[in-house]
C-alpha cells in the first residue's frame, strides 16, 4: 500500500521534476508557473509540456521549441509558457529569441520577479561573467541550476544555505527546482526540507502544499501532515483518504476515530466512499456511532453502510436505526433483513410479503424453514400458513419434513387459515411417499376425517400404516365403525402390539366384542400390559364370557405389585365376573368402595343387592352414590322409582324432582310427578305438571296427530281440568206421559210422572286425599216429583238433601254418601229421612266412558251402575243396576247424536214385612248432547244433554209397564 502510494505521488510530480534540470530561465516552479491560466487551459498545454521536457532530455531542438511554441499559442499572456519557451530557446542557442519572448511578456506583467529573474540569468549567461569566483544571486544562481542538472542535489542545497540568496527570486527559483529534482529521483527527506523552507519563506503555493502534503505520507509523517491540512485547501477526498489510511496502517486507531469524527469529504466517485466507509468499521470498537451515524451519499456507499451496520443493529435490537437504514436502501435488496424489521415492528403482513420475494429468489426455496418459523415465533400465524400453502407441496425444498410439520402445527391451532381452496389443494393425494406421509399429518391436524380419507386415497386406497391410525384418532368419536376399519389396517401393515392394542380398545367401543376378543386372545401374555388385561377381562365380562374374564384377572393378580391397595378397577371387574347373587361380587364391590369410593360401584353394589333381595341395602347404596353425584339425573330417577316400590310417595316426588332439573324436557318425569302429586292429594303441584305435560306433548307432536295421540293429549287436558275444579252442579229433569213413568225415590212404590234433582258439590280440603282414597266432598240437592195427580212439571213434594259423597278407593268409582233429607214443603206424602247409600260405575275400559272423542266420529260406550241406598227412618231399601250401551256420531266439534239402549233392574225392600218388590224393564232412545267451555289446558268443563227414550217393564211393582219420557241433563 504505502509503495503504491509513493509511485501516484512520483507520477504526480513527475512534470515538475522534469523541468528541474533546465537553464536558470526555468527558475521559476511549475506549480506557480501556471497560476495564470485556467484549470482548463492548463489541461490544454499540459500535453504539449509533457512532450516539450521529454524532448529536451533527448536534445530534440525543433521538437522541443515546436511544444513550448504550441502551448504558448494556447496561452499568449501566460508567464508560465513565455519561460517554457524562453528556456528552450536559451538552451539550444537561441538567446535572442528568448529574450524577445521575455521582453514581451514583461510589457504584459511589468511586475512578475519571475520574468527579471529569467533576463538576469540570460544576462548573466550572454555577458559570460566568471561566476566560480562570484557569489551574487545570479551566480549563486547559475551554480545551483548547473548542480541540479549534473544531479549533485546536495550542491545545489549547498548554495541555499545562504540566507540573502535563498530570500531572492533566484533562490526561490533554486529552491523550487531542487524540491521538484528531490522528488524526481526518490529524495522525499530533500523535498520536505525546501518545502518547509518555502513555508517559513511565505512562498509555498497551493500546489506545493499538495506536494509537501504527499510527501508527508511517503515519510510516515501523519501528525505534520494532518497540520499541514487544518490549514486548509488540503481537504480532498484523496488528501482526506490517504492521511486517514495512513493513520489505519500505523495502527493508530484512536487519532483515526479522532480524525473521522470530523465531516466526512466531498467523494469524487463511490470507491472513495466506501474507502471512507471501511475506515469508520476499523474503529467501529471505539467509536461505534461514526458507522452507525454516518449518512452514505452513493448507492454502493449505502449497500455497504448497511452490510455492516444492520447486522449490528438487528442483533441489538435497534429496530428504528435497522428500518431506516433500509429505507435509504433500494426496495428489492436486503429482503431478509427487511423481513426481520417487518416482524419486530408486527407489520405481518409486510413481512409476508418479504418472506414471498426472498422465496420466489432463485435458490430461495430453502428460506421457507426459516420463513414460516420466525413467522409462527412471532405470531402471525395466518400469515405463516399463507406462506405455507402457497409454496405447497414445497417441491423445490430437500427435507419437507420440518415444513409440513409447521404446517401441521397451523393446522391444529388455526384450522380457519384453511379455506375451502386450501382443503381442495390438500385433498389430491401426493406421489412423493416423503410428502404424502406430511400431507397426511396436515389432515390429522385439522380434525377432518373427510379430508384425511381423500388425501389417502378412500378405504380402499394404499396408504402407511401411520396414516390409517391417524383416519382412526379422526374417526374414532364420531364413527367407532370407520375408526374400527381403519385400525385393522394400521394392524393388518403394521401388525404390532401397539397396533393390536389399539384395534382391541377401538372394537371394544365399537361394541365389536368377537374381534376385540380375538385380538387379546391373539397377543401373547408378556406383551399385555397390567391395563391390557383389565382391559381384556372387561371385553370378555361384556361379551359374556365370564370364565375367560376371571383367566385374564387371575392373570393379572398373579403379577407382582398388580393387585395393590389402590387398585379399586380390580375387584370391581372381580364383582362382574362373579354369579349375579354372589356374595363374592358383594366383598369384591366393597373392597373396591374402600379403596376408591366411587358412585359407578355403589350402583353396582346396589344392583347385586336388589338381585339378592337386599332393597333397604341396596336404596342406602344408592343414596351413596347419590352424595357422590348429586346432578345424575338418571340415578335420581332410580331413586325415585326405589321410594315408589316401597310406597314412599313424598321422598319419590323428591327424587323425581331432583331428575326433572337435570332433565326438564323427560315426559315420563314429568307425568310420573303429575300422577304421584295427585296421589298424594297435592292438586296444584299435579296441576302444573298436567300442564307442563301438555306443554309438552305440544312441542313434540305436529298438527296432524293420530287418534290415539289426540286422546291422550285430551285426557291430559280432562286431567287439568279435573284437577283445577272445586265446585260441580248437576241437573236432570225427567218429563214422562204416564204416571207410573218415574220411580219416586222419595216414597218408594209411589209413581211420579215427571221428576228433577239439581245436586251441587263441593270437593273438601286435600288433607283427605292419599294416594289409596279419592278424597271427601260435601253436597246438597233438591229433588221433586210431579205428585199422585199427575201434573207435567216435577214441583210436588220438593225435599232437600245435604251430606257427604267420599271415595274409599282412588282407583275405582265407588262412592259412599251419608244424607239428611227434609221437606221443603207441608206435604202429607213427604217426611224428613237418613240415607245411606252406595254406589258404583264402571266402564270396564276408559275407551268405552262417556267423555267425548276429540278425534273420532263415531265411538261406543257403556257403562254398568250400581246402586244400593237405605232409609234408617223408613227402614226401607232400595237397589239399582243399570247396564247401558250407546253410539256417538260426532256432529260438529263438542256435539253428538248418541242412540243407546239400557237394561234396568231396581228392587224395594219394604218396610214392615211388606215384601220385596222388583222392576225389571228395558229402554232405548236417542240424545243430542253438547260439549262445552274448554281452554288449551282444559277439556270442555260443562255438558248439556236433551233426549227422547221409550221403556217397557216385564215386572214392576208400578202399575205402568210401557212409558215415553222427554230427558233433559246438564252439568257445570
Not at 68 to 88: C, K, Y
Not at 302 to 307: N, P, Q, Y
Not at 557 to 586: I, K, Q
Not at 644 to 666: H, K, N, T, W, Y
Amino acid at each position: 500500500m504505502r509503495r503504491t502510494l509513493c509511485i501516484a505521488v512520483l507520477l504526480t510530480l513527475a512534470a515538475g521534476g522534469a523541468q528541474a534540470q533546465q537553464t536558470p530561465a526555468a527558475s521559476a516552479s511549475t506549480s506557480t508557473r501556471y497560476d495564470d491560466v485556467s484549470a482548463y487551459r492548463r489541461f490544454l498545454i499540459y500535453p504539449h509540456q509533457q512532450r516539450a521536457h521529454e524532448a529536451m532530455q533527448r536534445g530534440d531542438a525543433a521538437r522541443a521549441m515546436s511544444e513550448f511554441e504550441q502551448a504558448r499559442g494556447l496561452a499568449p499572456r501566460s508567464v508560465g509558457t513565455a519561460l517554457d519557451l524562453a528556456t528552450a530557446y536559451q538552451r539550444f542557442g537561441e538567446a535572442q529569441r528568448a529574450r524577445g519572448v521575455l521582453v514581451e511578456q514583461l510589457l504584459a506583467t511589468p511586475a512578475d520577479p519571475r520574468l527579471l529573474a529569467a533576463l538576469q540569468a540570460l544576462d548573466l549567461a550572454t555577458a559570460k561573467v566568471d561566476c566560480a569566483r562570484h557569489d551574487s544571486p545570479v551566480c549563486r544562481a547559475q551554480r545551483g541550476f548547473e548542480a541540479l542538472r549534473s544531479g549533485e542535489l546536495q550542491r545545489a542545497e549547498h548554495e541555499l544555505e545562504d540566507e540573502t540568496f535563498a530570500n531572492a527570486p533566484e533562490g526561490l527559483s533554486l529552491r523550487r527546482s531542487l524540491a521538484q529534482r528531490a522528488i524526481h529521483v526518490g529524495d522525499m527527506p530533500l523535498a520536505a526540507r525546501q518545502f518547509e523552507a518555502l513555508e517559513r519563506q511565505g512562498a509555498l503555493s497551493r500546489a506545493e502544499g499538495e506536494q509537501w502534503f504527499n510527501v508527508l505520507l511517503v515519510l510516515d509523517r501523519p501528525q505534520r501532515a494532518q497540520a499541514l491540512q487544518e490549514r486548509g485547501g488540503l481537504d480532498a477526498a484523496a488528501q482526506r483518504l490517504a492521511l486517514a489510511q495512513l493513520l489505519a496502517r500505523r495502527g493508530d486507531w484512536n487519532v483515526l476515530a479522532g480524525y473521522l469524527r470530523s465531516s466526512p469529504p466531498r467523494f469524487e466517485d463511490e470507491t472513495q466512499e466506501k474507502a471512507w466507509i471501511y475506515l469508520l468499521q476499523r474503529v467501529v470498537r471505539l467509536q461505534p456511532s461514526l458507522l452507525r451515524e454516518y449518512r452514505p451519499r452513493t448507492p454502493a456507499g449505502r449497500r455497504l453502510h448497511a452490510g455492516l451496520v444492520l447486522p449490528q443493529a438487528m442483533h441489538d435490537a435497534q429496530w428504528p436505526l435497522a428500518e431506516s437504514l433500509l429505507q435509504r436502501l433500494p426496495q428489492n435488496g436486503f429482503r431478509e433483513q427487511r423481513f426481520e424489521v417487518a416482524l419486530q415492528r408486527a407489520r405481518h403482513d409486510e413481512a409476508l410479503m418479504h418472506a414471498r420475494a426472498t422465496r420466489d429468489a432463485p435458490g430461495g426455496a430453502a428460506s421457507l424453514d426459516v420463513s414460516s418459523y420466525r413467522l409462527l415465533e412471532a405470531g402471525a400465524e395466518a400469515q405463516a400458513a399463507t406462506l405455507l400453502m402457497e409454496s405447497y407441496p414445497f417441491a423445490g425444498t430437500a427435507d419437507p419434513d420440518p415444513l409440513f410439520a409447521r404446517l401441521a402445527v397451523l393446522a391444529a391451532s388455526h384450522p380457519e387459515a384453511f379455506g375451502v381452496s386450501e382443503r381442495v389443494r390438500l385433498r389430491t393425494p401426493l406421489q412423493d411417499a416423503q410428502r404424502h406421509a406430511g400431507q397426511l399429518r396436515v389432515w390429522v391436524a385439522l380434525h377432518d376425517c373427510e379430508g384425511l380419507r381423500a388425501a389417502m386415497g378412500g378405504l380402499d386406497g394404499e396408504a402407511p400404516a401411520m396414516a390409517w391410525r391417524a383416519l382412526a384418532d379422526c374417526y374414532r368419536a364420531t364413527q367407532p365403525g370407520l375408526a374400527q376399519h381403519a385400525y385393522a389396517q394400521a394392524h393388518r401393515l403394521q401388525g404390532d402390539a401397539d397396533s393390536a392394542r389399539a384395534l382391541a380398545y377401538q372394537a371394544f367401543a365399537a361394541q365389536d366384542m368377537a374381534t376385540a376378543m380375538s385380538v387379546w386372545r391373539a397377543l401373547p401374555p408378556e406383551q399385555l400390559r397390567d391395563e391390557d388385561l383389565l382391559a381384556a377381562a372387561t371385553t370378555a365380562l361384556e361379551a359374556g364370557h365370564r370364565e375367560e374374564a376371571r383367566t385374564w384377572l387371575q392373570a393379572y393378580a398373579a403379577r407382582e405389585g398388580a393387585v395393590d391397595a389402590v387398585n379399586d378397577r380390580y375387584w370391581w371387574l372381580v364383582a362382574r365376573a362373579e354369579p349375579e347373587t354372589s356374595s363374592v361380587a358383594v366383598d369384591a364391590l366393597r373392597k373396591a368402595i374402600a379403596i376408591r369410593p366411587d358412585a359407578a360401584y355403589y350402583v353396582a353394589l346396589a344392583d347385586v343387592q336388589e338381585r339378592r333381595g337386599e332393597d333397604e341395602a341396596a336404596l342406602r347404596a344408592l343414596l351413596q352414590a347419590q352424595a357422590m353425584t348429586p346432578q345424575d339425573a338418571v340415578l335420581a330417577r332410580r331413586i325415585g322409582y326405589a321410594h315408589l316400590q316401597r310406597g314412599a310417595v313424598g321422598p319419590a316426588i323428591e327424587q323425581f324432582e331432583r331428575a326433572r332439573a337435570s332433565m326438564p324436557g323427560d315426559d315420563t318425569l314429568i307425568r310420573q310427578l303429575m300422577y304421584l302429586n295427585q296421589a298424594r292429594g297435592d292438586r296444584m303441584a299435579a296441576r302444573h305438571y298436567a300442564a307442563l305435560a301438555i306443554d309438552r306433548f305440544d312441542a313434540e307432536q305436529s298438527d296432524a296427530q293420530d287418534i290415539a295421540q289426540s286422546q291422550q293429549r285430551f285426557a291430559l287436558r280432562r286431567l287439568h281440568e279435573d284437577l283445577g275444579r272445586r265446585w260441580s252442579v248437576d241437573a236432570d229433569l225427567i218429563l214422562g206421559d204416564t204416571t207410573s213413568s218415574a220411580a219416586n225415590p222419595i216414597a218408594p212404590g209411589v209413581s211420579y210422572r215427571s221428576y228433577f234433582q239439581a245436586e251441587a258439590q263441593y270437593r273438601l280440603d286435600d288433607a283427605w286425599r292419599n294416594e289409596r282414597a279419592g278424597g271427601l266432598s260435601a253436597y246438597a240437592r233438591v229433588f221433586a216429583g210431579s205428585g199422585r195427580s199427575g201434573d207435567v212439571w216435577p214441583t210436588h213434594a220438593p225435599m232437600l238433601g245435604v251430606g257427604l259423597h267420599w271415595k274409599p278407593w282412588r282407583a275405582h268409582n265407588a262412592v259412599l254418601s251419608l244424607e239428611q233429607q227434609a221437606p221443603l214443603d207441608n206435604h202429607p206424602d213427604t217426611r224428613g229421612d237418613t240415607m245411606a247409600r252406595f254406589s258404583y260405575s264402571t266402564a270396564f275400559r276408559d275407551r268405552y266412558n262417556q267423555d267425548w272423542r276429540p278425534a273420532t266420529r263415531w265411538w261406543a260406550t257403556q257403562n254398568l251402575y250400581l246402586d244400593l241406598a237405605h232409609y234408617l227412618r223408613s227402614s226401607q231399601t232400595a237397589v239399582t243396576a243399570d247396564y247401558r250401551v250407546s253410539l256417538h256420531r260426532r256432529l260438529a266439534a263438542g256435539q253428538t247424536l248418541e242412540p243407546y239402549a239400557h237394561a234396568q233392574f231396581n228392587g224395594l225392600d219394604r218396610a214392615h214385612g211388606a215384601g220385596f218388590g222388583r222392576d225389571v224393564r228395558v229402554g232405548v232412545g236417542v240424545r243430542w248432547n253438547v260439549w262445552y267451555g274448554e281452554s288449551r289446558y282444559d277439556a270442555y268443563r260443562h255438558r248439556f244433554s236433551i233426549g227422547v227414550e221409550v221403556q217397557h217393564a216385564f215386572t214392576s211393582y208400578l202399575p205402568e209397564r210401557n212409558a215415553v219420557y222427554l230427558t233433559v241433563g246438564k252439568h257445570w
